[in-house]
C-alpha cells in the first residue's frame, strides 16, 4: 500500500504555497555534538551529574507535594522517574558515552534516550512502551539544567520552509525568524488556535487540525498547502504543482486588485464609516499597517516580550517597544493590551501547574497577584504615550471588582510617577476586553468604569458554548454565528452605547467579510483583525448599505441556530458584487 499523500484538515490562513518541510518534534531532543578535549572529560562527566542530581531533588520535592496534596498513589507516578535517574542504562550509558567518546553531555544524553526510546517502543508489553514519553519527560528536564542557552529549532532556520508539527505555541513562533517560515501544517489546532493567528500576522498559508500529519512527514519533504481549501499534499505530483501554480497566481491577482482599496475609507454605500484596525503580534509587523489600509493598531499583543527568554523584561525595554510601536504608527492609534499570559504562554519566574489553565491564573488574575510585574508594564505604557495615540486595555475581566482594583493599582503608579516628575498622558484611555461572558452580562454595569470595550471573541465563544477552541474534536461546536453569541455582542454594544463609550471587535470574528456585515448592523464601531483580511472586508462594507445589514441582523436574531443563520448569510452574500 503506498503511503497517504492527500490530507484535508482546517483552512485558518488564506493562500497556497510549495516548498520544503522542516518538521518540528517536541519529543525528539536535539543537541549539537561537541568535542572534549581529554583533561576536560572529568569535568563534563561531573557536569552531567550535577544536572542529574538536581533533577533527583526537584523530583523528590514534587513528589512531597504531590502526597500532601493528593495521596500515595498519585505521588508514585515520580518514583518512575526516580528509579530512572539510577537506571544504569540512563544514567552510566551516558556517562560512559561522554568518557568514549569524549563529545558534551547534552549530546550524548540525547544519544542515550533515542536509544532506550526505540528499545522501549518496540517491546510488547505495554508497560514498557508507556514508558517512553517518561523517558523524554525526564530528559528534556535534565536537557534543560545543562543547557544555559536553549537554542530554539526555529531560531536559525537557513533556507524557506513549511513548519509542520504535532502544535505550534507562542514559545515556539516567537523565536523563529518570519522571513524564513513561509507555512504551517498543525495536527491539532483550529480557526483562534495560536498558530492560526500567527500564520495571518504572518501572511502565510496555513492549515490546522490535521490528524496524524506530523508522523506521516518528514524534514526535507516537499509539500502543498492550500490555506484556502484546508488540503496538504506530501510529495506532489508534477501535475499537482503545476495545477496550484495556476491556483497561487489567481489568488495574487485577487490581492493586488484589492490593493485600491488601502487608502480609502470602509464605508457604506449610505455612508456610515467604521473603522477598521490591525491586531499585531510583534512590533516588525506595523509595516503592515499603511501597506493594508488599517485606522490603527485595535489590538498590540504584549505577551511576546515575556515569551522564551530568562527573567522579566525590565521597564525601560518595554517603554523602548511601545515607544517604538506608537512612533511607527503616529498619529494613528495603537491599543496596548496588557500581559495575556497562562493558558497557553508560560513565563520564566511564575508558577503556572494548573489542572486547567485557561480557567485558572491566567491575563488580568496574573497581573493582580503579581503587582511588580504589573505595575512595570503599566509604567512603561505611561511613560510611551506621550510619544504618539497610546490606549491601554485590560484582558480576560471577569467582574467589576477587577477593573476598580486596577484602577487603584494605576492611580498609584501615576501618583509615583507624579512624584518623580516623570511625563505621561494623564487622561490615557482605558478599555477592557470583554471576552468572558460575566462581562457581558455585566456591561452597563462595566461601560461606567472605563472608555471603551473591546469584545474578544475568541474567548467569549470558548466560554459561552463550554469549548476547547484549540480541540479538532469538538471544533464543529465552535460556532461563531450560534445565536447566543450574536445576542451577547448585541447586548454589550448597546450598553457600551447608553453609557456613551465606543466598543470594538478584535476576534477572528471581524476578519469573516460577511460576519462584518452582521456586526456591521450591529451598531460595532471598530473591527480589528490581521492586517491580510483589511482590504477584503472594506470592499465588503464598501459594498452594502447599513440599512440592509441592519435588516439582515433583526432577521438573524429571531433564528434559532447557527445553521439557519448560515443559510440566511450565504444567500445575502450571493447578492454581493
Known amino acids: 500500500m503506498s503511503p ?15 516548498g520544503k518541510v522542516f ?4 519529543r525528539r531532543l536535539s543537541a549539537e ?3 572534549i578535549p581529554d583533561e576536560k572529560v572529568a569535568q563534563e562527566i561531573e557536569r552531567f551529574m550535577k544536572a542529574v542530581e538536581y533533577s533527583r531533588k526537584r523530583i523528590q520535592k514534587i513528589r512531597k507535594k504531590a502526597e500532601q496534596a493528593t495521596d500515595a498513589s498519585h505521588a508514585n507516578i515520580f518514583d518512575v522517574h526516580l528509579m530512572m535517574l539510577d537506571d544504569p542504562m540512563f544514567y552510566n550509558e551516558t556517562i560512559e558515552g561522554i568518557r568514549r567518546e569524549k563529545m558534551n553531555a547534552e549530546y550524548m544524553l540525547s544519544q542515550t534516550v533515542e536509544k532506550l526510546a526505540t528499545l ?36 536559525d532556520l537557513r533556507e524557506p520552509v513549511i513548519v509542520a508539527a504535532y502544535d505550534l505555541g507562542p514559545s515556539d513562533t516567537v523565536v523563529m525568524d518570519g522571513s524564513k517560515v513561509i507555512g504551517f501544517v498543525t495536527n491539532i489546532g483550529g480557526p483562534t488556535s495560536h498558530t492560526a493567528i500567527m500564520a ?10 490535521v490528524a496524524g500529519f506530523v508522523e506521516k512527514v518528514a524534514t526535507g519533504d516537499t509539500l502543498i498547502v492550500d ?16 495545477k496550484y501554480k495556476i491556483i497561487q497566481q489567481r489568488l495574487r491577482e485577487q ?7 488601502c487608502d480609502l475609507e470602509a464605508r457604506t454605500l449610505d455612508g456610515y464609516s467604521i473603522e477598521l484596525s490591525a491586531n499585531i503580534e510583534i512590533p516588525e509587523e506595523t509595516k503592515h499597517i499603511k501597506s493594508h489600509g488599517a485606522d490603527g493598531i485595535g489590538l498590540f499583543r504584549t505577551e511576546f516580550i515575556y515569551l522564551n527568554r530568562n527573567g522579566m523584561p525590565d521597564e525601560e525595554e518595554q517603554y523602548q517597544i511601545y515607544k517604538d510601536v506608537l512612533g511607527a504608527v503616529r498619529p494613528k492609534p495603537v ?11 508560560f513565563i520564566s519566574g511564575v508558577s503556572f501547574k494548573e489542572l486547567n489553565p485557561f480557567l485558572g491564573l491566567r491575563a488580568i488574575r496574573l497581573g493582580l497577584a503579581n503587582p511588580e510585574i504589573f505595575k512595570t508594564q503599566m509604567r512603561a505604557i505611561l511613560r510611551a504615550s506621550m510619544h504618539g495615540n497610546a490606549k491601554m486595555m485590560f484582558p480576560m475581566i471577569s467582574c467589576v471588582e477587577e477593573v476598580r482594583q486596577i484602577k487603584k493599582l494605576l492611580r498609584e503608579i501615576m501618583d509615583e510617577m507624579d512624584a518623580e516628575g516623570v511625563n505621561y498622558i494623564k487622561d490615557i484611555e482605558l478599555g477592557i476586553m470583554v471576552e468572558i461572558p460575566s462581562a457581558a452580562v455585566m456591561a452597563d454595569i462595566l461601560a461606567k468604569e472605563v472608555n471603551f470595550f473591546s469584545i474578544g471573541t475568541n474567548d467569549l465563544i470558548q466560554y459561552t458554548l463550554a469549548v476547547d477552541r484549540v480541540n479538532e474534536r469538538v471544533a464543529h461546536l465552535y460556532q461563531p454565528y450560534n445565536p447566543a453569541i450574536l445576542r451577547l455582542i448585541r447586548d454589550t454594544i448597546i450598553a457600551a452605547h447608553k453609557n456613551n463609550i465606543w466598543v470594538g471587535l478584535c476576534g477572528e470574528m471581524a476578519a469573516d467579510p460577511m460576519t462584518a456585515v452582521i456586526l456591521l448592523g450591529l451598531g460595532i464601531d471598530e473591527l480589528s483583525m490581521g492586517p491580510i483580511a483589511i482590504p477584503e472586508v472594506k470592499r465588503v462594507i464598501r459594498s452594502v448599505r447599513l440599512a440592509d445589514a441592519k435588516r439582515l441582523t433583526e432577521e438573524i436574531l429571531q433564528m434559532g441556530t447557527a445553521a439557519e443563520i448560515k443559510r440566511l448569510v450565504a444567500a445575502y452574500a450571493r447578492q454581493i458584487v
Not at 4 to 18: D, K
Not at 127 to 145: H, T
Not at 200 to 209: D, F, R, S, T, Y
Not at 255 to 261: E, G, W
Open 4 to 18: 497517504q499523500r492527500h490530507f484535508e484538515g482546517i483552512a485558518v490562513s488564506g493562500g497556497v504555497v510549495t
Open 23 to 26: 518538521r518540528l518534534d517536541p
Open 33 to 35: 555534538p561537541r568535542s
Open 120 to 155: 522501549f517502543g518496540n517491546m510488547k508489553d505495554g508497560y514498557f512502551a508507556e514508558r517512553v514519553s517518561d523517558i523524554y519527560d525526564l530528559a528534556n528536564q535534565i536537557m534543560s539544567l545543562l543547557r544555559k542557552d536553549v537554542r530554539h529549532p526555529l531560531r
Open 200 to 209: 495571518k500576522a504572518l501572511e502565510i498559508p496555513a492549515v490546522v487540525g
Open 227 to 242: 490555506g484556502t481549501s484546508g488540503k496538504v499534499i506530501i510529495k506532489p505530483t508534477a501535475e499537482e504543482i503545476k
Open 255 to 261: 490581492k493586488q486588485s484589492l490593493c485600491v482599496l
Open 335 to 345: 491599543i496596548f493590551r496588557t500581559f495575556d499570559l497562562g493558558g497557553d504562554k
